[in-house]
């Protein structure tokens, strides 16, 4: 199945770009080769004008892209702290919650994005998870951040608070890549379409 064709995509420093199509339109599969999660069988990924061979996630977060998916990837049992520093290369390799907590807060308030690091991931709100998927990208040093419906899941208000999110972080110099259906909420929230 031929998912994605001669695409050419550029997306600019501090702008919501959105790709928007019915599902199975390959808006996914596209944002999964810049993930690298999937290889493409040709072409070229350039960020700021450099070509890069993305051939694992570590490889795109390494080049500044970070994907969230619209099915969580985080640790139930663990709390907000503790799944904020999973993989985070700067986390102490000897620390204690409390200092987890006290480091993820203070991250949290650079990016003016706030839920509590001492929750548990099972006591958080849908919203809540999504805001702690997003600050786990960041923490990674994303400076292009892809949302794949983020809105699928979230009730009217947590999709504004989300937007306004958004519109902080790209209001920073950060880029993000919305992936959505729904013309309504893309109107909304996007620079281009």
């Keep these: 199945v031929l998912a994605n064709d001669r695409i050419d995509f550029i997306l600019e420093r501090g702008e919501v770009h959105t790709l928007l199509g019915e599902n199975g339109s390959g808006k996914s599969t596209l944002m999964n080769i810049l993930a690298g999660i999937y290889q493409p069988d040709e072409g070229v990924i350039e960020i700021d004008g450099r070509p890069l061979a993305l051939r694992s996630p570590r490889d795109a977060i390494a080049a500044g892209l970070g994907m969230v998916h ?71 040093g994303a400076r292009i951040l892809i949302l794949d419906e983020p809105t699928a899941v979230l009730t009217a208000q947590e999709t504004t608070e989300l937007f306004d999110v958004l519109r902080r972080l790209v209001n920073g110099g950060r880029s993000v890549v919305f992936i959505s259906h729904k013309l309504k909420e893309v109107l909304d929230v996007s620079d281009r379409i």
């Excluded at 509590?116 to 006591?123: G, L």
Aim: charged content about 25%; hydrophobic content about 45%; proline content about 4%.
């Design 70 to 140: 619209q099915h969580f990837r985080l640790v139930e049992p663990m709390t907000v702290a503790e799944n904020l520093h999973l993989g985070w290369e700067d986390t102490p390799k000897v620390c204690t919650r409390r200092a987890l907590a006290a480091r993820a807060r203070r991250f949290m308030d650079e990016i003016g994005l706030n839920v509590d690091p001492a929750a548990y991931i099972w006591q958080l709100s849908v919203g809540e998870q999504q805001r702690v998927e997003i600050l786990r990208v960041l923490a990674r």
